[in-house]
């Protein structure tokens, strides 16, 4: 049974919300994580090395969005095999308040502490 407090439509929906704004950022973003090119005679030495640190940036916020990805796929089988809520490691519910402003969330207070 998924959490009794939480309304699980609204979650579903937040959850697809968020996993449509995290693929069109990381479509949006696609160009800046390509090879830079470092060719000196048409670009200096910091303006290669800045752009090396944006391509950088550009693939960690990249891992952060497939991170999260792979989170909202989690919550969302949670939902199907309705133990949305559960804590992984005590079994108890999380707090509907914690759950309603993080639907990721694995476990309950007291276990990730």
């Known amino acids: ?58 693939k960690a916020e990249e891992q952060r969005r497939q991170m999260a990805l792979r989170r909202i796929s989690g919550a969302l089988q949670r939902i199907e095999h309705q133990n949305f809520g559960e804590c992984i490691e005590c079994g108890e519910w999380i707090g509907a308040k914690r759950l309603t402003w993080d639907p990721l969330v694995l476990k309950c207070i007291e276990c990730a502490e």
């Open 1 to 58: 049974m998924n959490h009794p407090e939480i309304d699980i439509p609204a979650v579903k929906q937040t959850l697809y919300d968020m996993q449509v704004r995290l693929k069109e950022e990381s479509e949006s973003s696609a160009e800046s994580r390509e090879t830079v090119v470092l060719d000196q005679t048409s670009v200096g030495r910091l303006s290669r090395m800045d752009a090396l640190q944006g391509q950088a940036m550009a």
